[in-house]
């Protein structure tokens, strides 16, 4: 009965980042995970592409698919006007647990909402769990099977709007292609790769930037 390697990361995030310092978990998260243990956060180098699309969105709602350890959480929330919240969904409770812990160490739990369960099932309840109109940002970062699916899903809940930009994580590694064709060649998206590397590894990943056109 040993400890989990979320576990281990939310164990260094207590004992190296400056509570209410949202930087500060970021890089320790980082530095966890660059020179201990690997972990499947968005990291640094994905982690500025995934800061300046969120900064140029500027948010008032935004969901992010799969939370994880909340490192991407905390980096969308940090950058999030007054009033923008982040709902962010975990499927697996052991992870959602330290998330919610980490997103509490940086100080920004007031700007967002995790919710447990599958995304599948969650979605459609935005509306009436959260008096969500539509989405702003949504930053897919869950299950590459489950990308086509949940986009195609928030378009049939009408949870996007002329505008709504979608923000897909290892779109090469692990890879999604069926997703990447749709969005692609989908004329109600304007699609673009932004080219990278799978976190704190040299193997190319990258992110998919895709504006729904309504
Ligand atoms: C679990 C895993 C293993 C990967 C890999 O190729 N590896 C070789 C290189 N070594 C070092 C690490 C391991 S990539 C990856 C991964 C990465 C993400 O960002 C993910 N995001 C969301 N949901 C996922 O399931 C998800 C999986
Ligand atoms: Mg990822």
Not at 25 to 48: P, Q, Y
Not at 90 to 116: H, S, T
Not at 186 to 198: I, Q, T
């Amino acid at each position: 009965t040993g400890s989990t390697r979320p576990q281990r990361l939310l164990r260094a995030v207590q004992k190296k980042a400056t509570q209410g310092d949202p930087q500060s978990v970021i890089a320790t998260i980082d530095d966890f995970c660059r020179h201990s243990e690997w972990a499947m956060n968005v990291g640094d180098e994905k982690g500025l592409i995934l800061d300046s699309i969120v900064s140029e969105v500027n948010p008032s709602t935004a969901l992010e698919l799969g939370t994880y350890c909340g490192y991407s959480t905390v980096r969308i929330a940090r950058l999030l006007p007054p009033g923008g919240r982040c709902i962010t969904l975990e499927f697996n409770p052991a992870y959602a647990a330290v998330a919610r812990q980490v997103i509490a160490w940086a100080g920004i739990q007031d700007k967002v909402q995790l919710v447990e369960g599958p995304s599948g099932d969650l979605i459609p309840q935005m509306k009436e769990l959260f008096g969500v109109q539509t989405f702003d940002f949504v930053f897919l970062d869950h299950w590459k099977d489950r990308y086509l699916p949940d986009a195609k899903l928030l378009e049939e809940c009408g949870l996007l709007r002329e505008g709504t930009v979608l923000l897909a994580d290892n779109v090469i590694c692990p890879g999604t292609p069926e997703y990447l064709q749709y969005v692609r060649n989908s004329p109600r998206y304007e699609s673009r790769y932004f080219k990278s590397h799978l976190e704190y590894t040299k193997v190319e990943d990258g992110l998919e930037k895709s504006v729904f056109l309504g």
